[in-house]
């Protein structure tokens, strides 16, 4: 395999998108895919003087190379058919290589995200079945791969997911206190639907867990001010008028105190 020193087999234009790739990766605020996108847009037709064509050829050698960003980035055009045909074996195997080749990365360092997300992404491959590429459905290995996010990698996303399994009794099996568990770990990463849930559930409460509904209400508030404009904005903000209808006004008021002193740090990284 080609490494980033062999300089004769690594085009310009390849070794033009690595320098890139390091001068745009930050020290704190951006995550690893963060820069994954921004390269890609700022590589991409006209903006970066880089044809489409020239802009394949650089990742695919980036992604010989050993570059996690590529393969992350190939495998989401692959999988989104964005500036190629949609490919999902494609896409699988570049998400399988970058956890194949990097499960045991820092999991602070710069592209555990992409990392993590990697498994995530692979372990829907595996919950679905992928038949084209010789990939049975496998629950059990699915949510193998997902725990590994969620755990090693502390990966927000993985997180709320493994929460939502252990509310279906066909996953893990119905079980309300990992449920909230996971949840919150999620929650306080600033995953605003993974607030959302673990708001409902602290609002109502439920088996293991008593109603605390000034601590669920300001969840759901939080939820209801990260989302919005997203795709999870309407069922959250059913979840929030629904404890609203059902809440004090004393309630109420203190829970909206307390999301607008503490939601800051609740607001993700």
Request: proline residues 4%; hydrophobic residues 45%.
């Amino acid at each position: 395999m080609r490494t980033i020193r062999d300089h004769s087999l690594i085009s310009v234009t390849t070794a033009a998108f690595l320098a890139l790739a390091a001068s745009i990766l930050p020290v704190h605020a951006q995550t690893a895919a963060d820069a994954a996108l921004n390269m890609a847009n700022m590589l991409d037709g006209a903006g970066g003087g880089v044809s489409g064509d020239d802009l394949l050829a650089a990742l695919e050698d980036a992604a010989d190379a050993g570059q996690p960003m590529a393969m992350w980035q190939l495998g989401t055009m692959y999988e989104n058919g964005e500036g190629v045909d949609r490919d999902p074996v494609k896409a699988f195997g570049y998400f399988a290589q970058i956890a194949n080749q990097h499960a045991d990365a820092a999991p602070k360092g710069v592209e555990a995200d992409i990392v993590a997300q990697s498994f995530v992404k692979v372990g829907d491959y595996y919950r679905q079945g992928l038949p084209d590429a010789g990939i049975p459905a496998d629950a059990e290995r699915s949510h193998a791969l997902l725990l590994h996010a969620a755990t090693y990698f502390g990966d927000a996303d993985a997180q709320y997911r493994v929460g939502l399994l252990y509310t279906q009794e066909d996953e893990m099996g119905v079980n309300p206190l990992q449920s909230a568990r996971w949840f919150s770990l999620a929650a306080r990463k600033g995953h605003c639907p993974a607030q959302a849930h673990l708001g409902d559930m602290l609002f109502n409460g439920v088996e293991g867990i008593e109603a605390q509904p000034i601590e669920g209400l300001m969840w759901l508030s939080i939820a209801h001010e990260r989302c919005a404009g997203t795709g999870d904005a309407a069922w959250i903000d059913d979840l929030l008028n629904r404890a609203t209808a059902l809440a004090t006004p004393e309630e109420s008021a203190e829970a909206t105190a307390l999301a607008q002193s503490i939601a800051p740090q609740f607001a993700g990284f």
